[in-house]
């Protein structure tokens, strides 16, 4: 069984930059070479969303639109964990962020392991 631990969430004026980290463990069978990791995120009231893509082999990244050019995802092999850097971010931004393991798929398909979450608040 995959846990997922997300961490460094908090409030931060608009135009500040925050890193989140998730640290994945308890996987077996290489499980974590052939996945792919995500962050997603779920505003108030909205549906969950996704942010930013990751293969864990080769490192190929996807990234929401809205999140292009501000929003960087980094991967560790050594240790499991995966960063989203996020810089310029505005109070649209403001959301639970999630952490996700995808067994197969990249953009497509479903999330296998989810993260508790963390609460990014953006102030204007």
């Known amino acids: 069984q995959v846990q997922l631990a997300e961490s460094g969430g908090g409030l931060v004026q608009a135009g500040g930059s925050l890193r989140l980290s998730c640290v994945a463990s308890g996987g077996t069978g290489g499980i974590f070479s052939t996945s792919t990791m995500g962050w997603f995120r779920q505003p108030p009231g909205k549906e969950r969303e996704v942010v930013a893509l990751?293969?864990?082999?080769?490192?190929?990244?996807f990234y929401a639109d809205s999140v292009k050019g501000r929003f960087t995802m980094s991967k560790y092999n050594a240790n499991l964990t995966v960063d989203l850097q996020m810089n310029s971010l505005q109070p649209e931004d403001t959301a639970v962020y999630f952490c996700g393991l995808k067994r197969s798929g990249f953009t497509k398909g479903r999330v296998d392991y989810w993260g508790q979450g963390t609460q990014v608040t953006v102030s204007s």
């Open positions: 990751i293969r864990w082999s080769g490192g190929s990244t």
